[in-house]
């Protein structure tokens, strides 16, 4: 069975949030968080005064060297993508040390992340005794950080298994604030619903069916269409002005990687997926003449309030919308949007705003207030 189709209004939000988290702005957001957390394993293995029970560092030789090529990776792939080089979303496989790939700048972090958590710091270079270090609390809290904005950031990388679907296949309201795209739960901070832009809808449709070979680095999205129309060509990229049913959640697919399959509830343990038809919605060229969209200066991400970062001054502190799960701020008379088709409701401070009756998520505006 398919999982629930995005309102339009979720996919206005969905496709915003794709342009974000594939932006140089994104990254260079998260290349904060990536030093910081490098930074922290210096100043512990410099520390002379603290060692093992043989006299070595906290932190090994080896480790650094590790995690300062993993920082290398981040900064050559910053400059990569800033020349419109999207190559660094690829998945180029593990230990390419130095090479500019986002993958590889984060292989290093989720390693030493890993060994963290489940305390096998022998494993990872580290002695046993290192969580004793002053710093230490400093560092998982950091660490935390960092995984909070790459768990976003990941959206967009090709994934390291090309039999796996797409990993945003459902558009739902979780506990809390978190918006859940699949497994992942960001939670930007955005613009009003009026203020994000319309999805774009091409005169013409360029599909990939899965498998294929994606032609151009963008937002793509799954449609259903008659397997003769749609399905043949063997392995070539098809152009069509037939209508388009969209099918699921769009994603940011990369140029060259294998076109990937769609996930639906019910799948079995393998979960690999159907085969589904892949429409462009938008072609992401940004950066490729030197500059950069004045969106950009709008962009806001996670903030995780351990670490201070430089924020963007430009960008201007707007309200978020109101939807389901968030906390009703004012008793009143409340009207829901999108797919809720227009409902209406008293309710109390204190409380939460409901879904819509269908179950989907509705963006609520007090009455008073419209």
């Not at 670490?307 to 919308?321: C, M, W």
Request: aromatic share 10%; glycine share 8%.
């Amino acid at each position: 069975m398919a999982y629930p189709l995005p309102t339009p209004c979720q996919r206005r939000i969905l496709f915003r949030l794709l342009k974000q988290y594939s932006s140089l702005a994104a990254w260079q957001h998260i290349a904060q968080y990536h030093r910081r957390v490098v930074e922290d394993f210096r100043k512990i293995h410099d520390d002379d005064s603290a060692c093992d029970k043989r006299g070595r560092p906290l932190v090994s030789d080896s480790a650094i060297s590790d995690l300062l090529a993993g920082l290398s990776s981040m900064d050559a792939a910053l400059a990569a993508l800033a020349r419109g080089d999207r190559n660094t979303f690829r998945y180029v496989g593990f230990f390419q040390r130095g090479f500019p790939s986002f993958w590889e700048a984060g292989r290093a972090v989720h390693y030493w992340t890993d060994g963290i958590v489940e305390k096998l710091f022998w494993t990872r270079g580290m002695a046993e005794n290192v969580d004793q270090h002053p710093d230490f609390p400093s560092l998982e809290a950091h660490l935390a950080d960092l995984q909070t904005v790459l768990s976003s950031g990941g959206l967009v990388l090709e994934s390291r298994n090309t039999d796996l679907p797409a990993p945003i296949h459902f558009f739902g309201r979780a506990s809390g604030r978190g918006v859940l795209f699949g497994d992942h739960w960001p939670d930007p901070p955005l613009p009003p619903l009026a203020q994000l832009p319309e999805v774009p809808d091409p005169p013409e449709h360029v599909v990939v069916t899965t498998g294929q070979s994606v032609p151009f680095d963008g937002i793509w999205e799954p449609i259903a269409g008659p397997s003769t129309r749609w399905m043949g060509l063997l392995g070539q990229r098809q152009t069509s002005d037939a209508p388009a049913h969209v099918r699921g959640c769009m994603n940011y697919l990369q140029r060259a990687a294998r076109a990937p399959s769609l996930a639906f509830e019910g799948d079995d343990l393998r979960g690999e997926g159907a085969p589904t038809i892949w429409r462009l919605l938008w072609r992401d060229d940004r950066y490729s003449t030197g500059n950069v969209p004045a969106e950009e200066v709008s962009y806001q991400f996670e903030t995780p309030h351990t670490v201070p970062v430089e924020h963007n001054p430009a960008a201007p502190d707007t309200p978020r919308d109101l939807v389901s799960g968030d906390v009703v701020p004012a008793t009143g008379v409340w009207r829901a949007h999108d797919g809720a088709g227009g409902e209406r409701a008293t309710l109390s401070a204190g409380s939460r705003f409901p879904p819509a009756s269908d179950g989907s998520l509705a963006v609520w505006t007090r009455l008073q207030d419209e």
